[in-house]
């Protein structure tokens, strides 16, 4: 996932009371003490997954208790679930951990293409599907015999993929600014959609029901239809997005952005969406995931010394200050 650029936007010190938000509410504040960066966030059986550097960090949903910990995930991105295993993208060690999400338990690691940031499990072909930034392509891992089964090329740098369940996989290609459409049956690139000017491509989200795509970019969310791949509208959201999810449940779409919002949107119809705010959360939460059993977003982010940049020119986080912002959707 790409890092999150330092902009120029206020910077939270607090987290205010949202009592007058009908959409979101701040419930808890999961700290976490070791340090390290993060990436994605996942929730699985009530235990909150959390990428932080070198290890997944692993909480209680409710509470924020620890819960243990996933070692040895070298520049972690990710972390996904089939019916019986875990599997996190080690960007830097270019592999997958393969664990026991009952134990915690790591069972063996699987080479894939080069940087493999975003994961997801694919129900209609079985498999597990790392998206390579290194290598521009896609790995397919069948989690029985925990081997890569088919790498496909996608042409540039994939973000996050979603999957219609009925053999297509669309991706975001963040250095082309496009979407493409990849044939499961085929394993092959089957069309390539333009955001219409759009930049940056990073969280991606669908909606089964309406056959929409929803694509986080760079202050604008963009609305494809994913029969053919024509852009169906263009939102205002807040700056350096880098995640997305959708709540078919209520009609709702969350950007995580990483200026320190949420962007909530209202599905009005299969065609219509309106904002409905910026809702205030920290600087740096860019990720989200959603439990849609609880009915709680969570967010990763930490504390920064605005005196003292990396070299990238981004602040440098406070040692220990690392957390995760648990929202609940109302």
Known sequence: MKKFLLVAAAIFTC??????????????????????????????????????????NILNASTGDSLGVILNTPGVHGIAFDQTKGFTSNGRSNNVTVFNPIT?????????GQNPDAIMYEPYTRTIITCNGGSYDLSLIDPKTEKVVQTIAVGGKPETAVTDKEGNVFVNIEDKN??????????????????????????????????????????QLVILDINNGNVVAKLPIGAGCDGVVFNPL?????????EGTITVIKKIDANNFSVLENFPTKRGARTITMDMISHFIYLPTAEFDETKKDANGRS??????????????I
């Not at 493409?180 to 991606?204: D, H, I, Q, Y």
């Not at 440098?316 to 959707?329: E, H, K, N, T």
Request: net charge neutral; proline share 2%; aromatic share 10%.
């Open 15 to 56: 987290l205010v009371s949202h009592a007058q938000s009908k959409n979101l509410e701040l419930v808890h504040t999961f700290h976490i003490k070791s340090d390290g960066w993060w990436d994605y966030v996942a929730v699985h059986n009530d235990k909150l997954y959390v990428s932080h550097g070198t290890q997944v």
């Open 104 to 112: 915690n338990e790591s069972i063996t690691q699987i080479q894939t």
């Open 178 to 219: 496009e979407i493409v459409k990849v044939n499961m049956k085929t394993f092959k690139v089957e069309a390539r959609w333009s955001l219409g000017g759009a930049e940056g491509p990073t969280g991606l989200a669908i909606d089964l029901a309406a056959k929409k795509l929803f694509a986080g970019c760079e202050k």
């Open 250 to 258: 209520i009609g709702m779409i969350y950007t995580a952005n990483g």
């Open 316 to 329: 440098l986080m406070i040692p220990g200050s690392f957390q995760v912002l648990a929202l609940r959707f």
